[in-house]
Antibody
């Protein structure tokens, strides 16, 4: 079945880096654009980043621009989010979602930024 | 960026009642608006895309309407499993933005 599984979350100190992964299965990954979305504890959804199916187009939320980088490896059916210069306010569950429509979501991986 | 405002913040209703949720955009998003349902501990679920199209497998009691800046999600008769938080998302312009959500809870 169609599935997205995130990994790579954890506890990290402010200013450090972390790379999240999203493994896709059950569909032709290389033909779909993808998104990352975050949700801070007890808060609403926040869109983070987008990448086109071939990786040629990328867009970011203003809050992460210059610090986060979205990428993908279509040969491995995997989406990535490289997070650097992490801040306490980046603490959230990060989920990947399939475009168009963000119709398929993973369960998310938790990132906690704390000293 | 386009700001989405959802009202009310909380809607207290009973099963069988009609729910009407509003999403207003700070500028026109044409029909590029989607609705999602999220239950505690679960991933969001796409309900409506392009303002009025039900996603695959979504019951007919869910309907969306509107265009431009004003949108409505209607649940014609609430089932117990419909009590959740609902978010709108605009995908007209980058960056994409979500509304703050409307919680539908039991009266």
């Amino acid at each position: 079945q169609v599935q997205l599984v995130e990994s790579g979350g954890g506890v990290v100190q402010p200013g450090r880096s972390l790379r999240l992964s999203c493994a896709a299965s059950g569909f032709t990954f290389r033909t779909y654009a993808m998104h990352w979305v975050s949700q801070a504890p007890g808060k609403g959804l926040e869109w983070v980043a987008f990448i086109s199916n071939d990786g040629s187009n990328k867009y970011y939320a203003d809050s992460v621009k210059g610090r986060f980088t979205i990428s993908r490896d279509n040969s491995k059916n995997t989406l990535y989010l490289q997070m650097s210069s992490l801040r306490a306010e980046d603490t959230a569950v990060y989920s990947c979602a399939r475009d168009p429509g963000l119709d398929v979501w993973g369960q998310g991986t938790t990132v906690t930024v704390s000293s | 960026e386009i700001v989405l405002t959802q009202s009310p913040a909380t809607l207290s209703l009973s099963p069988g009642e009609r729910a009407t949720l509003s999403c207003r955009a700070s500028q026109s998003v044409s029909s590029s608006l989607a609705w999602y349902q999220q239950k505690p501990g679960q991933a969001p679920r796409l309900l409506i895309y392009d303002a009025s199209n039900r996603a695959t497998g979504i019951p007919a009691r869910f309907s969306g309407s509107g265009s431009g800046t004003d949108f409505t999600l209607t649940v014609s008769s609430l089932e117990p499993e419909d009590f959740a938080v609902y978010y709108c998302l605009q995908r007209s312009k980058w960056p994409l933005t979500f509304g703050p959500g409307t919680k539908v809870d039991f009266k």
